[in-house]
């Protein structure tokens, strides 16, 4: 059983960061691509960052390029999202995401953690 636990979020004024994390099995880290997805009430859960099961390579969504960064780190079974001047646009819900396809631009998610909720106020 895949499981993953999200910590991190909270509020923040516009302009600020705030850090991610999601710790997850050791398996579940040599198995699957990790990932992170957000979802606003009233819209569908739109794809935020991936990592590479390797950890040697990342993807962004064009709206969090430049400003989020996404990493793993294998040895503590964490991954983490930096995001780094946060706009009232990134509230949402954040999920931590396991899948096995990762694409160039997209993670298909397989299992998912209960989310976090992050707040930016402008």
């Known amino acids: 059983q895949v499981q993953l636990v999200e910590s991190g979020g909270g509020l923040v004024q516009a302009g600020g960061s705030l850090r991610l994390s999601c710790t997850a099995s050791?398996?579940?880290?040599?198995?699957?691509?990790m990932g992170w997805f957000r979802q606003v009430p009233g819209k569908e859960r739109e794809f935020v960052a991936a990592?590479?099961?390797?950890?040697?390579?990342?993807v962004l969504a064009d709206s969090v390029k430049g400003r989020f960064t996404i990493s793993a780190d294998k040895a503590k079974n964490i991954m983490t999202l930096q995001m780094n001047s946060l706009e009232p646009e990134d509230t949402a819900v954040y999920y931590c995401?396991?899948?096995?396809?990762?694409?160039?631009?997209?993670?298909?998610?397989?299992?998912w953690g209960q989310g976090t909720q992050v707040t930016v106020s402008s």
């Open positions: 995401a396991a899948g096995a396809l990762l694409t160039a631009f997209y993670m298909e998610p397989k299992f």
């Open positions: 050791a398996w579940t880290f040599a198995t699957f691509h």
């Open positions: 990592v590479s099961v390797a950890g040697d390579s990342t």
